[in-house]
């Protein structure tokens, strides 16, 4: 019986080791100096996680944590929840912008571009 707890034990602990060393999770940012959520609109119609290189894009932040989207470029793209909580940036935007969202509850948010709707999407992981 010892065995068994002892593997579950390392089990455990390896496990909360690998969550707690990923990039973008916890309030320091992503492990770069760079904000714990910064997301890109890629060159095409897609977002891109900077910190896990994910289209669409998933980022894994802790509660508390503010999420960045920044885009460049010619085409119109905004960014709106999928579900609750509901946020929305103001506008469509064409050129350079970012739009930033706190994340204070846990749990698993969507979103996606107005423009583009589900083509092009992400998720946000709040520890």
């Known amino acids: 019986m010892r065995g068994i707890q002892a593997v579950f034990t390392t089990i455990v602990l390896a496990g909360l080791t690998a969550c707690s060393s990923g990039y973008g999770v916890g ?3 992503g ?3 760079s904000p714990a959520g910064s997301i890109k609109v890629g060159p095409n119609i897609e977002f891109v996680s900077r910190h896990t290189g994910k289209v669409p894009a998933v980022d894994t932040v802790a509660a ?3 999420v960045t989207w920044t885009w460049t470029g010619t085409l ?4 709106q929840s999928i579900g609750t909580p509901n946020f929305t940036s103001s506008g469509t935007l064409t050129g350079a912008g970012t739009y930033a969202v706190q994340f204070n509850v846990p749990g698993t948010y969507r979103y996606n571009c107005i423009v ?3 083509a092009m999407s992400g998720t946000i ?3």
Do not use: E, S
């Not at 119109?76 to 960014?79: A, R």
């Open 125 to 127: 992981v709040v520890l």
């Open 27 to 29: 309030t320091g940012g």
């Open 76 to 79: 119109p793209h905004n960014v």
């Open 31 to 33: 492990g770069d100096g």
């Open 116 to 118: 583009h709707g589900n």
């Open 64 to 66: 508390g944590a503010t």
